[in-house]
């Protein structure tokens, strides 16, 4: 419970900042290089994180007796981890902001530098908390790291230096945090560790996968960045309003991505209950009971995930007239798109989950990989076909959504082939009514104003829910079949 509850205050701070960054920033093309910026360096901190975590969390509960001697090995390892992306990032700065022509990029890269190394540490010590079964402290840290993101990020750039103020307001927080987590919890002591060949071993797959698998969620930024301003430098007066065009497209698209999001981080707690259950039945042979599991979780995912996305898709305008200022608007057409991409991504990170459970974690990686190439293949066509105008963002949220679907057909037929089990197709069917029928519904109202926009996101997961029950879809026996799942864990 402590750790769920550090967790949904980190998610309810991170979209704050989202929805407040464009107010402080007034133009969207502030946000829009604020968002190339962080999109990038997040892959890397999103990697550091969870690979960190998981590996040390598991080195250390296998030797509780020895976690100071980890903790203290660890923090040797991931100095010289972070300290070389860090380094790898300060250098490789000009270059990376060359690829994507702008070179506003250069001083916001270096100083995200700082957070890179600080992430590489702190991620250490959480996880040697998680090993040790210490939650308490563990999420009373999480809070107080994203307390200090919030108010550093928002204060940062309610300075006046823009972008610039935001990143340094967050490096100054990852900072804060690895020293007060090093003097709560400390350095460890010298001793003999695990075999660093073990460890790089253990984490290899995982970088592999985490690297893909938020490469999916994030890249589309960068192309969209590096393929507008070229094709905006064909008419623009001057590059740098060429790279303002770009960034605005930017800022617009990432507003589209914070309600896109959603359904992901709902669904993402499922894999937490499916991974350790998929792990037990395999190694104990109980090929029936992993069937079970795997439907069961896969297609509740699925109508869940339909329950909030066609409501989002069909009040898009709404949504984002919610939170951002009028001209954001123009990100409804991603977001009516995207969010359906996004459900497709959670129920390829919940399959994914059961693939790496199953003792198969490189095929979940290779799956991925692929789908990885082919967002950035699918977004770069389809921007430079469509060019720079009210299909822009479209044409970028449906590449996207392209190479999301395809790491579910992909991550499908693999457990298809290997358990013999998948959603079945009248569950698919039954969830396509009434995705259409919540779409509709919540297109139908008007979304002029807030009170609106929140009655036809209502009305459209009512009808969708409806649908559900009436075509028996859903039922009581999901309910219980729910809470065994959550109790066999």
Same mark, same amino acid.
């Given at each position: 419970?402590s750790?769920?509850?550090?967790k949904v205050?980190?998610?309810l701070?991170?979209y704050a900042?989202?929805?407040?960054?464009?107010?402080?920033?007034?133009?969207?093309?502030?946000?829009g290089l604020?968002?190339?910026?962080? @999109?990038?360096?997040?892959?890397f901190?999103?990697?550091?994180i969870?690979?960190?975590?998981?590996?040390?969390?598991?080195?250390?509960?296998?030797?509780?007796a020895?976690?100071?001697?980890?903790?203290?090995?660890g =923090?040797?390892?991931?100095?010289? *981890?972070?300290?070389?992306l860090?380094?790898?990032l300060f250098? =490789?700065a000009? /270059?990376v902001?060359?690829?994507?022509?702008?070179?506003?990029?250069i001083?916001l890269?270096?100083i995200?530098s700082?957070?890179?190394?600080?992430y590489?540490?702190?991620a250490?010590?959480?996880g @040697?908390?998680?090993?040790?079964?210490?939650?308490?402290?563990?999420?009373r840290?999480?809070?107080?790291?994203?307390?200090l993101?919030?108010t550093g990020?928002?204060?940062?750039?309610?300075?006046?230096?823009?972008a *610039?103020g935001?990143?340094?307001?967050f490096a100054?927080?990852?900072a804060s945090?690895l020293?007060?987590?090093?003097?709560?919890?400390?350095?460890?002591?010298?001793?003999?560790g695990v075999?660093?060949?073990? %460890?790089i071993?253990?984490?290899?797959?995982?970088?592999a996968?985490q690297v893909c698998?938020?490469?999916?969620l994030?890249?589309?930024?960068q192309?969209?960045k590096?393929t507008a301003?070229?094709i905006a430098?064909?008419?623009a007066?001057?590059?740098?309003a060429?790279?303002d065009?770009?960034?605005q497209y930017?800022?617009?698209?990432r507003?589209?991505?914070?309600f896109?999001?959603?359904?992901?981080?709902?669904?993402?707690s499922m894999t937490?209950?499916?991974?350790?259950?998929?792990?037990?039945?395999?190694s104990?042979?109980?090929r029936?009971?992993t069937?079970?599991?795997i439907q069961?979780?896969?297609?509740? @995912?699925?109508?869940?995930?339909?329950?909030?996305a /066609?409501?989002v898709?069909?009040?898009?305008e709404?949504?984002?007239?919610?939170?951002?200022?009028?001209?954001?608007?123009?990100?409804?057409?991603?977001l009516?798109i995207?969010v359906f991409?996004?459900?497709?991504f959670?129920?390829?990170?919940?399959?994914?989950?059961?693939?790496?459970?199953?003792?198969?974690?490189s095929?979940?990686?290779?799956?991925?990989?692929?789908s990885?190439? *082919?967002?950035?293949?699918?977004?770069? =066509?389809?921007?430079?076909?469509a060019?720079?105008?009210?299909?822009?963002?479209g044409?970028?949220?449906?590449?996207?959504?392209?190479?999301m679907?395809a790491?579910?057909?992909? @991550?499908g037929?693999?457990i298809?082939?290997?358990?013999?089990?998948?959603?079945?197709?009248?569950?698919w069917?039954?969830?396509?009514l009434?995705?259409?029928?919540?779409?509709?519904?919540a297109?139908? *109202?008007?979304h /002029?104003?807030?009170?609106?926009?929140?009655?036809?996101?209502?009305?459209?997961f009512?009808?969708?829910?409806?649908? =559900?029950?009436?075509?028996r879809e859903?039922?009581?026996?999901? %309910?219980?079949?729910?809470?065994?799942?959550?109790?066999?864990?």
């Amino acid at each position: 419970m402590s750790i769920a509850g550090a967790k949904v205050f980190f998610i309810l701070t991170g979209y704050a900042v989202q929805l407040l960054l464009p107010r402080i920033f007034g133009e969207a093309k502030e946000f829009g290089l604020y968002s190339a910026a962080m @999109s990038g360096v997040a892959i890397f901190n999103n990697v550091l994180i969870v690979a960190t975590i998981q590996s040390f969390s598991k080195f250390v509960s296998e030797d509780e007796a020895n976690a100071a001697v980890t903790l203290r090995q660890g =923090l040797r390892v991931q100095t010289l *981890v972070g300290g070389t992306l860090a380094a790898t990032l300060f250098v =490789l700065a000009p /270059a990376v902001s060359r690829l994507l022509l702008d070179e506003q990029l250069i001083p916001l890269l270096r100083i995200a530098s700082v957070m890179v190394f600080a992430y590489a540490l702190y991620a250490t010590i959480v996880g @040697s908390l998680n090993g040790r079964h210490l939650f308490g402290k563990q999420a009373r840290l999480d809070a107080t790291f994203s307390t200090l993101r919030t108010t550093g990020i928002l204060a940062g750039a309610a300075i006046g230096i823009g972008a *610039v103020g935001a990143v340094t307001g967050f490096a100054a927080a990852a900072a804060s945090i690895l020293s007060i987590a090093l003097i709560w919890v400390g350095w460890g002591k010298p001793g003999k560790g695990v075999p660093l060949r073990r %460890w790089i071993g253990f984490m290899a797959p995982i970088w592999a996968y985490q690297v893909c698998l938020n490469g999916i969620l994030l890249i589309d930024i960068q192309v969209l960045k590096r393929t507008a301003t070229e094709i905006a430098l064909m008419t623009a007066t001057t590059a740098q309003a060429a790279v303002d065009i770009a960034n605005q497209y930017v800022g617009y698209y990432r507003a589209a991505q914070t309600f896109a999001f959603v359904p992901y981080q709902l669904v993402i707690s499922m894999t937490f209950i499916v991974f350790p259950m998929i792990s037990k039945a395999t190694s104990l042979g109980d090929r029936e009971a992993t069937r079970s599991t795997i439907q069961h979780a896969m297609r509740l @995912s699925l109508l869940l995930l339909l329950l909030v996305a /066609a409501p989002v898709s069909g009040a898009a305008e709404g949504v984002v007239r919610l939170a951002y200022p009028a001209d954001y608007v123009a990100g409804a057409p991603a977001l009516a798109i995207l969010v359906f991409g996004v459900a497709a991504f959670a129920l390829f990170a919940v399959a994914a989950t059961a693939i790496s459970g199953a003792g198969q974690p490189s095929l979940a990686a290779g799956i991925a990989g692929v789908s990885l190439i *082919v967002v950035v293949v699918a977004n770069r =066509l389809l921007i430079v076909r469509a060019g720079l105008g009210p299909q822009t963002l479209g044409a970028a949220a449906t590449g996207t959504t392209i190479g999301m679907v395809a790491a579910l057909v992909g @991550s499908g037929l693999a457990i298809y082939f290997r358990f013999g089990v998948f959603i079945p197709v009248v569950t698919w069917i039954r969830a396509a009514l009434a995705a259409c029928a919540g779409y509709a519904a919540a297109a139908w *109202v008007p979304h /002029a104003s807030p009170v609106l926009a929140l009655g036809a996101l209502a009305l459209g997961f009512a009808v969708a829910l409806g649908v =559900l029950v009436i075509t028996r879809e859903l039922s009581w026996d999901d %309910w219980r079949a729910l809470r065994r799942i959550v109790r066999r864990d």
